[in-house]
């Protein structure tokens, strides 16, 4: 949800090595529909070959690794086959590359010179920092998969509240690396400096934490944070510590489930945590972006129909990942097959079966929060396009309510977006734009209401 692209790892394939060296960073820019959009790629030579990676900082995409980089004759080109993208270009005696930048077979011109893309972060933490910082590794034991995460806590000598950040939806590091912004590491900064231990962690395959990403659904993330909480309670400072979560967006569901199953949680905090179903969220969520984006009012309804058809199916299926690729694809082929060539089809039921995401379709939020008996912040921004914050802040605290919980606070942010940046639209081409990563009146409430509750 978090994220446009989904990055993946290849083996890169032997190339050949010629006078010329393109070594470097470079830098470009292409214009989709008016919308400027810059791109840029690290080319690096070891030994007789060349590896490369993109970044498309405004769609949250950073690093992704090329799964081929030939360099021959001055022509370059870099594939990367499962995203269906492709950049293939002539470097001339000025040392600019000139070239085509494809998406599924359709080119767009991309001229790339020397250069790296300048992001101005100042919430970004630097060191030295006022606490203790640590690298630490957990073991989930239902399938051995090491996990890696940072702990941070107060220098201070005393009891001190711990809280563990759930990350949001994508393949996750444990500063939440998006849109050249790490706010997990922001949130966590601000909260070790005002007496609460913190600990955030590269979600599996992610990072420095083994594991296969493909393979993780909500239901797996929650056994990662569960053996995560048993593995700190086992450590000596946390041996009479308060512990809570604190879940952004996907994890916002993850936090709630692991409470109601551990029941031995403090606290809670929801952030641009969904409310309400996730197959209804995601149709919300399609129809903001498409308003934002100027689409007339009668295609968006088209679309929603269409997709929501799809919803209906894996929300409905029992079937295993292949079969119901299969299911989906003969949905989209049978009924709107001149509407989608292959290629996009393909590419339309990759979004909607992955695990993580198939995961999220099925998810029923209000399940797990009608059970939190715990006190609960939920803090959404009104410029979220991806979590709607009427419906979903309404389904927190009609959820929580039926359960009977009545230490809640639930609060809308004004001008604040997915990330709880300040921000005019909303739009995720302003994540990227935008330089504060996590905006100050929000780690403020949030950083009270924590060391209020536990006193």
């Given at each position: 949800?978090?994220?446009?692209?989904?990055?993946?790892?290849?083996?890169?394939?032997t190339?050949?090595?010629?006078?010329?060296?393109?070594?470097?960073?470079?830098?470009?820019?292409?214009?989709?529909?008016?919308?400027?959009?810059?791109?840029?790629?690290?080319?690096?030579?070891?030994?007789?070959?060349?590896?490369?990676?993109?970044?498309?900082?405004?769609?949250?995409?950073?690093?992704?690794?090329?799964?081929?980089?030939v360099f021959?004759?001055?022509?370059?080109?870099?594939?990367?086959?499962?995203?269906?993208?492709?950049?293939?270009?002539?470097?001339?005696?000025?040392?600019?590359?000139?070239?085509?930048f494809?998406?599924?077979?359709?080119?767009?011109?991309?001229?790339?010179?020397?250069?790296?893309?300048?992001?101005?972060?100042?919430?970004?933490?630097?060191?030295?920092?006022?606490?203790?910082?640590?690298?630490?590794?957990f073991?989930?034991?239902?399938?051995n998969?090491?996990?890696?995460?940072?702990?941070?806590?107060?220098?201070?000598?005393?009891?001190?509240?711990?809280?563990?950040?759930?990350?949001?939806?994508?393949?996750?590091?444990?500063?939440?690396?998006?849109?050249?912004?790490?706010?997990?590491?922001?949130?966590?900064?601000?909260?070790?400096?005002?007496?609460?231990?913190?600990?955030?962690?590269?979600?599996?395959?992610?990072?420095?934490?083994e594991?296969?990403?493909?393979?993780?659904?909500?239901?797996?993330?929650?056994?990662?944070?569960?053996?995560?909480?048993?593995?700190?309670?086992?450590?000596?400072?946390?041996?009479?510590?308060?512990?809570?979560?604190?879940?952004?967006?996907?994890?916002?569901?993850?936090?709630?489930?692991?409470?109601?199953?551990?029941?031995?949680?403090?606290?809670?905090?929801?952030?641009?945590?969904?409310?309400?179903?996730?197959?209804?969220?995601?149709?919300?969520?399609?129809?903001?972006?498409?308003?934002?984006?100027?689409?007339?009012?009668?295609?968006?309804?088209?679309?929603?129909?269409?997709?929501?058809?799809?919803?209906d199916?894996?929300v409905?299926?029992?079937?295993?990942?292949?079969?119901?690729?299969?299911?989906?694809?003969?949905?989209?082929?049978?009924?709107?097959?001149?509407?989608f060539?292959?290629?996009?089809?393909?590419?339309?039921?990759?979004?909607?079966?992955?695990?993580?995401?198939?995961?999220?379709?099925?998810?029923?939020?209000?399940?797990?929060?009608e059970?939190?008996?715990?006190?609960?912040?939920?803090?959404?921004?009104?410029?979220?396009?991806?979590?709607?914050?009427?419906?979903n802040?309404?389904?927190?605290?009609?959820?929580?309510?039926?359960?009977?919980?009545?230490?809640?606070?639930i609060?809308?942010?004004?001008?604040?977006?997915?990330?709880?940046?300040?921000s005019?639209?909303?739009?995720?081409?302003?994540?990227?734009?935008?330089?504060?990563?996590?905006?100050?009146?929000?780690?403020?409430?949030?950083?009270?209401?924590?060391?209020?509750?536990?006193?």
């Amino acid at each position: 949800m978090d994220r446009i692209f989904i990055i993946f790892s290849f083996f890169f394939f032997t190339v050949f090595s010629f006078s010329q060296d393109i070594s470097g960073d470079w830098i470009g820019e292409v214009n989709i529909n008016g919308n400027k959009l810059e791109i840029a790629f690290n080319i690096e030579k070891v030994a007789n070959d060349y590896v490369s990676t993109l970044s498309i900082l405004k769609q949250g995409l950073s690093g992704a690794k090329a799964s081929a980089t030939v360099f021959e004759d001055s022509i370059i080109t870099i594939s990367f086959p499962d995203l269906k993208l492709e950049y293939k270009g002539k470097l001339n005696d000025k040392m600019e590359i000139i070239g085509n930048f494809s998406q599924s077979g359709h080119p767009i011109p991309l001229d790339l010179k020397k250069g790296t893309i300048t992001l101005n972060r100042p919430q970004e933490p630097k060191p030295p920092f006022n606490y203790h910082s640590e690298n630490v590794v957990f073991v989930n034991k239902d399938d051995n998969v090491k996990l890696s995460g940072t702990l941070t806590v107060p220098k201070e000598k005393g009891n001190y509240a711990l809280a563990i950040i759930v990350s949001g939806s994508g393949a996750q590091n444990r500063d939440g690396d998006m849109f050249g912004h790490k706010p997990y590491f922001v949130l966590a900064n601000e909260l070790t400096k005002n007496g609460i231990a913190v600990f955030r962690f590269d979600e599996r395959g992610v990072g420095e934490s083994e594991g296969d990403f493909n393979t993780v659904t909500i239901n797996v993330s929650a056994a990662d944070v569960k053996y995560a909480i048993d593995f700190l309670k086992e450590r000596k400072e946390f041996s009479n510590s308060k512990i809570g979560l604190i879940g952004h967006s996907i994890g916002g569901i993850v936090a709630p489930k692991v409470a109601v199953e551990k029941g031995d949680l403090d606290f809670l905090v929801l952030l641009a945590a969904p409310g309400i179903n996730g197959d209804k969220l995601m149709l919300l969520q399609k129809a903001a972006f498409e308003r934002n984006l100027g689409i007339n009012e009668l295609q968006i309804q088209q679309g929603q129909k269409v997709v929501k058809e799809a919803y209906d199916i894996v929300v409905n299926s029992d079937l295993d990942n292949i079969s119901l690729k299969d299911s989906i694809n003969s949905y989209y082929s049978n009924k709107y097959g001149a509407l989608f060539p292959e290629n996009q089809r393909k590419m339309l039921v990759e979004q909607i079966t992955g695990s993580e995401v198939a995961s999220f379709i099925r998810s029923q939020p209000a399940a797990y929060l009608e059970e939190i008996d715990i006190p609960v912040l939920a803090l959404n921004g009104d410029k979220d396009l991806q979590v709607s914050v009427k419906e979903n802040l309404t389904g927190i605290k009609n959820a929580l309510a039926k359960g009977g919980n009545q230490d809640v606070e639930i609060i809308t942010l004004e001008n604040l977006n997915h990330l709880f940046q300040e921000s005019e639209s909303g739009s995720l081409s302003e994540y990227a734009e935008i330089e504060q990563t996590f905006s100050p009146k929000a780690l403020t409430l949030i950083i009270n209401w924590v060391k209020r509750k536990t006193k």
